[in-house]
């Protein structure tokens, strides 16, 4: 089986392990996906690091998903390690996380959880097994990387407060403008935008407001 990988992934141990299953690697510069099996698969691989690191810094990886999945008709997502819910040590809220992989799941992209890099290069290598058995499919990794829009951005900003989707973070920024004015609103002002209750204005002025901690 053939698989193309991202040159970022060969610091990883997902190549060597798809290697020793057999697979005949291919190193590119993708600019969409980590792991290309057939004109129609591609995987993003993030450990569960990366997924903490995504939502205290928020990196991108909602637009690499819609980057993906415009690219390709069965995009997959693979978060390896831990249970993303296991919080031990981590200074993020659970309903931060439910509400991530919620996003995801309204995506329609197929995520998948392994516990570790061989494990993850064994999903790889099954799929992409049963992807090539038609030897006439075409294979050509495919797909141009996009940038959020500033409206975009300023929604995932917002929609990173735990409780907060898409849909209230679009309410609150066309009610207030800006991300500012609604970081610095008050509760009374926040409860008058559509869908925004006493306890999503409660979790604006505490993530706004609150001090933050750190270890």
């Known amino acids: 089986m053939r698989i193309v990988i ?35 698969v591609a995987f993003e691989r993030k450990t569960v690091d990366d997924l903490f690191a995504t939502l205290l810094e928020r990196r991108e990886l909602f637009s690499q998903l819609m ?6 008709r069965l995009p997959i997502l ?21 509400g991530f992989l919620n996003s995801i799941a ?3 992209i197929p995520t998948l959880y ?22 006439n499919r075409p294979f050509n990794p495919h ?10 951005a300023k929604e995932y900003t917002l929609s990173s407060i735990p409780g907060i989707g898409p849909t209230v973070a679009g309410n609150l920024l066309r009610h207030f403008g800006s991300v500012e ?15 925004v209750g006493a306890g ?16």
């Open 114 to 135: 392994t516990l570790n890099e061989a494990e993850t290069a064994q999903v790889i290598g099954m799929i992409a097994a049963k992807e090539q058995t038609d030897k």
């Open 106 to 108: 309204l995506m329609r």
């Open 6 to 40: 991202d040159h970022r992934e060969m610091r990883s141990g997902v190549a060597e392990a798809l290697r020793k299953l057999g697979a005949d690697i291919e190193i590119a510069t993708l600019e969409v996906g980590d792991y290309v099996v057939s004109d129609r």
């Open 181 to 195: 004015k609604v970081m610095t609103a008050p509760g009374e002002e926040l409860i008058k935008v559509e869908r």
């Open 67 to 72: 980057d993906m999945a415009r690219s390709y």
């Open 200 to 215: 999503i204005a409660g979790r604006i002025r505490e993530f706004a407001g609150g001090r933050y901690e750190w270890k």
């Open 143 to 152: 797909g141009k990387r996009s940038r959020l829009s500033q409206s975009e």
């Open 78 to 98: 693979i978060i390896e390690g831990e249970d993303p819910f296991f919080f031990s040590g981590r200074r993020v809220h659970p309903l931060a996380v439910q």
